[in-house]
């Protein structure tokens, strides 16, 4: 065993030469330095604010569904560890990496059936917006290569995720000019139960005719625009974009990254649609929040125009396609996730959030509350005071994550009530001092 450094020497170390996400070089605010998991619980290697242990509101983004330590998972990733970790994905293949796929086609919108496996949600996208443009060069039509979203969008960081980010706020303004230009519609309008807006739809139909000779395909967050601001809007026009695409010959991405494996109370947000993508990229949850993994699934249709063209195959292939590891445990996450009544575990943690965010909307500051699924919001009049924010939640015992005007939780959806009702005080208490 390497010699044990103290907290204090990690800190020092961490300051000086590790980067963290959106982060300054050297460090500013110092991170929290975490010991193990287990359970919702983030176990802290010393106390912070008082607090040894802190009630994890985030899902580690979104991602740790079944929370840490999780035994089945854990027999997943040892079983599969004892086996190999990994080995290459070209011209060789292995059996979690084919159970994982099969289940993903099963379980994902019926006209989804072939996948690749990516390592990372960006890298998921990148290979989306490269199915698109290649299944249009194969079929003769190299113009259509550029890409409609809505403004609000987060699709990640690498570069042609980028570019349908939204253009306006966020960390992506520094671009402008060097990405390539996509076509933004206005963003959607809000509230999952509003009624659909006439205008909006004609808007959004006009943009997609006005533009198809050019447009490869529209790529959209459905249902619910995660770091793009935390915004909910109606289904109904998801029916619009796939009513408009097939109109027009364009094709509809639908980036589930964050909404994937039930945390919208469907288990893809296009379900609340009852429309399918084209290409659909998944994520986050995939793995429990244990590895990283990523998946792009597509059509039968998107498949063989790519194996009709010059170059007959997906362009893509990276060293750790389809890690071993990565699969066994997301396979295990899935089957965990389905042995299980999750849908009532959501709409129980809904109906916990509801209830202990109403407070938060007679706060000063605040402007809006609004719970969906196992997603609870809280945004405020101004730009959260993150260092406060924080601080007040850790006093509460809980771990948040503001960005912006918002503070936010979605739980693992193994929270129990006791702990919802912790999350929802530390959120209010984050509203209260950020
Ligand atoms: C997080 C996220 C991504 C990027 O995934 P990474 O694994 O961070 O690269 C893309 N799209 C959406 C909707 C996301 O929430």
Known sequence: MPERLT?????????????????????????????????????????????????????????????????????????????????????????????????????????????????????????????????????????????????????????????????????????????????????????????????????????????????????????????????????????????????????????EIATGFGRTGALFAAEHAGVAPDVMCLGKALTGGYLTLAATLCTTAVADGISRGALPVLAHGPTFMGNPLATAVADASISLLLSQDWGQEVKRIEAGLRNGLAAAADLPGVREVRVLGAIGVVQLDHEVDMAAATRAAVREGVWLRPFRDLIYTMPPYITGDDDVARICAAVCAAAREG
């Not at 802190?54 to 040892?78: E, F, Q, R, T």
């Not at 253009?167 to 303004?173: A, L, Q, T």
């Not at 509003?194 to 198809?212: C, K, S």
């Open 7 to 255: 907290p204090g020497e990690l800190l020092t170390l961490d300051r000086q030469h590790v980067w963290h996400p959106y982060g300054p070089m050297p460090g500013k605010a110092a991170p929290l330095l975490v010991e193990s998991a287990s359970g919702v619980r983030l176990r802290l290697a010393e106390p912070v604010e008082g607090q040894d242990e802190l009630v994890d509101g985030m899902s580690s983004w979104w991602s740790a569904v079944h929370g840490y330590n999780h035994p089945v998972l854990n027999d997943a990733a040892h079983g599969q560890l004892e086996r190999m970790s990994h080995v290459m994905f070209g011209g060789l293949t292995h059996e979690p990496a084919v159970r994982l796929a099969k289940r993903l086609v099963d379980i994902s919108p019926e006209p989804l059936q072939h996948v690749f496996l990516a390592d990372s949600g960006s890298v998921s996208v990148e290979v989306a917006v490269k199915m698109c443009l290649q299944y249009w060069r194969s079929l003769g039509k190299p113009r259509k290569q550029r890409l409609l979203t809505w403004r609000g969008g987060y699709h990640g960081d690498t570069w042609q995720p980028m570019s349908v980010c939204d253009p306006d706020g966020g960390m992506h303004e520094l671009w402008q000019g060097a990405l390539p230009r996509q076509i933004f519609a206005d963003a959607p309008p809000a509230g999952f139960d509003a009624a659909p807006d006439e205008a909006y739809a004609a808007h959004l139909r006009e943009l997609i005719g006005r533009h198809a000779e050019e447009l490869a395909a529209v790529i959209v967050e459905p249902v619910v625009q995660g770091a793009g601001g935390m915004s909910f809007h109606s289904p109904a026009y998801l029916r619009v974009l796939r009513e408009a695409c097939d109109e027009h010959g364009v094709l509809l991405v639908f980036d």
